[in-house]
């Protein structure tokens, strides 16, 4: 017989910060976000409100914010970066977000405001990139903050190999604060345990690290670890005409296992695999 | 203070012993997702397989894996084991292990035969969530999916435990993604649970938020079922899953001039 877990009273995360949707761009790919004002389920939220929509970006050592407008309840919007004002610096990561009131226009911390975030599941958005024959691929995501003390490891088999297809990985970084700093990617093979190479990062970017270069064969499995930062790594595939596109993102290695203490368990097979691979 | 009391009794409505995901009773089971394989003339599906246990600790002797196949119904139609490899990836096409005899779709679960030392001591379990993708039309590409329920275990004698909740309630599973009228889609769902359940799906207009359209769909324990949604002129629409599952989370194809993309609720 199984035991029931997580029982008891689990609330609803009322008054928690919201998190961000990052509208991508890397090569000649676009990216966009589909941003709906519908709870992801029936029971979780009590009163929806009309949200604003806020657009956010660090510039100058503080985060900057614009309303892009209000979305209604009940409604979905797609934004990429022509709907965009043009007075945004370029590259720059944007981060769209929905909120009850506008997010301040000058921050010297990433904005928190009030929302009620769902848990089963977590309010997302849909994360997309289409290139330039309009082919897309998507993911339901969202960003969260990472701690500046964060670290990084990741297994990747997502290469995929074949006449003209390109393969990338988007180390995507958001911290709280909007100072920019940077970092070092580790990258190895996980059988050999050998340096291939080790490439900058910067925080609060789409990190894009052209993959094919590295020289990784099929049954090889990549391994990604930085010491310093934390992230999302999104895998990338697509043929060289763009006919074609996959997206995938990997999870922190907890999501290896479920119940229990997961992060301890993170935190021990970081650490077995920090002291392993020696740049 | 009696307000709080009301909206934290309104919430335990849905969650009071209504878990997710059940927590097996013996620390050594493995728990897989309940991946969708489909096979056909058109669709091929792979696996991304990766010694997991061994990226904890050293391997005294080859870890291995079982595969179990289901068919739509949650049937099991075939048993595999494979024998891991440290530190590398292997790509297996599932398509080809379970052939075109058993219907064009159907789940699969990977269970790893060894549970490290560390994952029991912090009272977790070794959970496969990994990668499928799929090559539809003899893409050149293949488009990826990551596993999202800790949805089956196996026990020793072979037995297959499902380990997803059911609600007491009927509650509605609102996907977050606006379906175009341009676009094709197949909308999966996968049973996790013990039980049979009723699915109905709504297709809502963004527009003016009426039901276009309502679908029931029924899906037995370990089955799938798939429910198209094709391109009209009807404009965005949203999709609405209402069942007693505690995460009704779809698997979505959509097709975009017959291109794929896939991924999850």
New interface residues.
Partial sequence: ????????????R?NLYMSYYPILKFRKYNGWV?L?N???????I?KPHDLVINLTWAFDNVWVSKSLGVLPV???I?ITHNDLPDDIPGDVLLLLSLTVTPLPSHSKALPKTEFIQTK??V????LGVSTPL???????GELDAFPSQGTLLT?G??L?F????QNGLIFLNLEDSPVNRESKLEIYN??NENLIEIVSISNNKANYIELDRFGFK????PVFICREMAGIPI?V???ADG??????H??PPA????????W??QK??KK??FAKLIK | MIATII??L????????Q???????DLNLP?SDLFVWRSSSKWQTYF?L?D?PS??EEVKRPNQVTIVFMNSVGKIVMKKNLFLE??????INVSSMIGQGYGEIGTFAVFHSHIPT??KK??????E?G?V?YCYNQ????????GNL?AVTLNPKGEI?F?G?NSFLP????????LESDNNYEIGLVNPTSKKHYITIKLVS?FD?KILSSTKLVVAPGGASFNLVQSDKLG?K?LIIKSRL??A?PLVF?F??S?L?V???
């Fill in positions: 017989m199984n035991r029931l877990g997580g029982s008891g009273l689990l609330l609803a009322f589909t709906c519908f709870a992801p389920n029936n029971w979780e009590d009940g409604k979905a797609t089963i599941p309010w997302r958005s849909t309009n082919v897309c691929a998507s993911y339901q297994f088999p997502f995929q074949g006449e003209g297809i996980a059988a099929p049954n090889d499995l895998y595939s697509s043929t006919s074609y596109l996959s997206l995938e990997t999870h999501s290896l296992v479920v119940h229990g203490q997961r301890e368990i021990y097979l077995q695999w | 909206k934290k309104k919430v335990a409505v849905w969650t009071w012993r878990p997710l995901t059940k927590i097996p009773n728990i991304e990766i997991i990226l904890f440290e530190n590398i990836r292997q790509t560390i994952i912090c009272n977790s379990f070794l959970a969530r990668y993708s893409s050149p590409l293949r488009s990826y999916v990551h800790d435990h380990l909740g509650r509605e599973y609102n996907l977050q993604y606006k963004l938020n965005p949203k505690i995460m989370r959509c975009k001039n291109k993309d991924f999850h609720g």
